[in-house]
C-alpha cells in the first residue's frame, strides 16, 4: 500500500514521531498496523487458501513467488530476511549490535523482544539500557519543556558541562549506552529482521530500534557540542561521526520510515559539524580528510529504491484482505474521525456510529467484488510508474514526472475519494469489470497526498549534502589562503556546486555573523539565508560559518 496519506489512523504508538517533516506520509504497514483477526461486526474472519482465492503468481502479482505458507500465499516475512540480510554476518551485523546496546528502549512486549532476540542472535534484555529524553524529563510540564529546550541548545553550539547541568545528567547517565552505540556504528553492514511478532505478516512489523536512534543522535550531538566547547575537536568529531555512520545503517532498512529516519539523523547532527567547522583550529589538509571521511555518509539514499520492498507491504495488504483475515476497514481505514482535537459530543457519537455503519455496508459491497490478481495488478502497474517518477537525479525532472503522474491517478481514482458517498455512487455506476478495480482503486488513493512531499523532502536532504559540501569547500580555502581577500564564490572553489532546487548555484553570503551558504529551500525563492526560525515564510537551507 506504499505511501499512505495522515488521515489513516496511526493505530500503534510505535510509530508515532518517527518522520520528520513529512506528516502526512508513512507505510502501509503504520496505517494497518497489524491485521485484526475479527470483522466489521465483530464476526470471526476465516482465512482462505491461495487456492481458494485464485491467487495468481509472478512479478505483476504477487511479485514474488518463493517461499510460501503453509496455506499457500507468499512468505513476505521470509523473503524480506533472506534479501535484506544477504551476506550479513552476526559480527558484521550492526543491529546485532545496537540491539544490545539500546535494549528494550521502547519497552516493547516480550514476546517481541524474544522473538528479535532469536533472529538476531544476541542476548536483548526486556529492560531499556539507556535513558531517553523523555524519561529523564519526567513526563509534561514547565520543567520538562526546559530540559528539552536545554538539549535543542547544547545540541546547537559549543557549551561547558557547567552550562546545562541536567544536559550533562543525561551524558553521565548514558555514557555506557553510548560507548556500546559507538562501537555498533562502527560495523560494515546492517540487518534489522522483520520478526512473526504479533503477526506473521509484513504489515504488522514493528520498528522500536529505529526511533531509538534518534535519541542516540541527540546524545551524540549533545556530547560533540561539549567537547568543542571544552577543547576536545578530535572527540567532537568521532562523535558526529557516529550519527552519520548511524544514520547510513538506519536507512538500509526496507521501510520509508527508516529513510525519514535516517534523513532525521542527519538533520540533528549537521548544525554541530558546521560549528566543528566554525571552531577547529585543523589544517586545511586535516579537514579535506575530515570531508573525505564524511562524504560517502552525507548524502541520503534516493526514495525510489525502497519501493521494490515497500510494494511488498502493498502485495501482503492485499492478498490478507482477499484470503479473510482481514477487513476492508482495517486496510482503508473507513471510521469517522474524531481526532480534531477535543473530546467528542454525545452526538458526535451517535453520528460516528450512524457513518460507520454505512461505511461498513459500502466496504462489505465493495470487498465482494475484490479480485485479487486484479488489484494485485493494479498496484504493481502503480509503484511501477511511482518508481519511474521518483528514478531521475534531477529535482526538476522528478517533478514533472510526479505532476503527471499524480494526474494520471487523480483521473483514475478521482471519483472515488471523499468518503463513502463517492465510493458507493462509483459502486452502483460500474461495470463488472469495473468494480473489481475498485478495491485497488481505495488503496491506491492513500498513496497520491503522499508522493510530492516525499520527493521534497528528498531533495531538502540533498540540498542539506550540497551546503554542507560547500561549507567544507569554504573552510579548507580559507586555511589556504587569506580569507578576507578572496570573494565567498572564490573560497568555495569552481565550479560552485549546484543548488538541486534550482539547478543553479549554491548561494553564499558574507554578513556580521559570518559566512553564509544557503540552498533556496522548498518554496524555490531565495529568501537570502532566511529560515523559518527567521520569520514565516522563509524556507532556506542553511549553514552559518564561522572563519577563525
Known sequence: MGLLCSSMPLRTRRFAALIPHVTRCSLAIVAIGGFASVGEAGETLRRRSAAEIGLQFGRDTTVISEPRTADGYPDYVTALNRRMGAGVTLDENFWAAMWVAMGNADQSPPEYIHAMERALGVPIGLQPKFTSRARLAGGSGEAANQFYESVHRAAAAPWKREDFPRVQAWLERNKEALAAGTAAAKRPKAFAPVVDWPKPEVAGALLPHVQACREFAWLLTVRAMQSVGEGDSDAAWADLMTVYRMAGHVEQGWTMVELFTAIALRTIAQPAVVQYLSHTNASAEELQAKWDELAP???????????????????????????????????????????????????????????????????????????????????????????????????????????????????????????????????????????????????????????????????????????????????????????????????????????????????????????????VGLNEKDDGGKTHEDGTGFDDERVVLLIP
Open 297 to 519: 555518509l552525507a548524502r541520503s539514499r534516493p526514495f525510489f529504491t525502497v519501493l521494490e520492498t515497500d510494494r511488498l507491504a502493498y502485495a501482503d495488504a492485499v492478498t490478507a484482505f482477499c484470503s479473510g483475515s482481514c477487513s476492508m476497514r482495517d486496510i482503508v481505514g473507513l471510521y469517522y474521525d474524531l481526532s480534531a482535537g477535543r473530546d467528542p459530543s454525545w452526538a458526535d457519537i451517535v453520528s460516528n456510529r450512524l457513518a460507520q455503519g454505512t461505511a461498513d455496508a459500502v466496504a462489505k459491497a465493495v470487498s465482494a467484488t475484490a479480485d485479487v490478481n486484479v488489484t494485485l495488478r493494479y498496484g504493481n502497474r502503480i509503484y511501477d510508474e511511482l518508481a519511474a517518477a521518483m528514478e531521475p537525479g534531477d529535482h526538476r525532472e522528478r517533478t514533472r514526472r510526479i505532476a503527471a503522474f499524480e494526474q494520471r491517478l487523480e483521473d483514475e481514482i478521482g471519483p472515488i475519494t471523499g468518503g463513502t458517498g463517492p465510493l458507493l455512487t462509483e459502486y452502483l455506476l460500474s461495470s463488472r469489470e469495473e468494480a473489481a478495480e475498485l478495491p485497488a482503486k481505495v488503496m491506491i488513493s492513500l498513496l497520491v497526498a503522499g508522493v510530492s512531499r516525499c520527493e521534497k523532502t528528498q531533495t531538502a536532504s540533498e540540498a542539506r549534502a550540497i551546503v554542507l559540501e560547500t561549507a567544507f569547500r569554504v573552510r579548507i580555502q580559507s586555511e589556504r589562503s587569506d580569507s578576507s581577500l578572496m570573494s565567498p564564490e572564490a573560497l568555495a572553489g569552481e565550479p560552485l556546486p549546484i543548488d538541486p532546487f534550482t539547478g543553479g548555484p549554491i548561494r553564499i553570503r558574507a554578513n556580521e555573523r559570518g559566512m553564509t551558504v544557503y540552498s
